[in-house]
């Protein structure tokens, strides 16, 4: 079973940026299409960036040109570049597979505010 664990959010002022990474254990992680997901109080869970194992990358329209995903397959590991950060960025962030049928992390929470 892969387990996923998140780190690297925190609080930051609008404008700010972060670096967001996502450790996965197993040894098939390098064939997964891996992705970002976030969920803001009171809101469901969205996704917000996916990477496949060719390194090709998507993203949400309200994350474009802010979000950058990348993964380092030799480290079991992918991370999320957040840049420009407003208060509506404000979530728990969580890695998975898309679809997101692994089971989830603890996630790792960004919170923007002045």
């Known amino acids: 079973q892969v387990q996923l664990v998140e780190s690297g959010g925190g609080l930051v002022q609008p404008g700010g940026s972060l670096r967001l990474s996502c450790a996965a254990s197993g040894s098939i992680f390098s064939i997964y299409t891996m992705a970002w997901y976030r969920q803001a109080p009171g809101k469901q869970r969205e996704l917000v960036a996916h990477i496949n194992s060719g390194g090709r990358t998507n993203y949400a329209d309200s994350v474009k040109g802010r979000f950058t995903i990348s993964r380092d397959n030799a480290k079991n590991t992918v991370y999320l570049q957040i840049n420009s950060l407003t208060p509506e960025d404000t979530a728990v962030y969580y890695c998975?597979?898309?679809?997101?049928?692994?089971?989830w992390g603890q996630g790792t929470q960004v919170t923007v505010s002045s």
């Open positions: 998975n597979i898309v679809p997101p049928i692994l089971g």
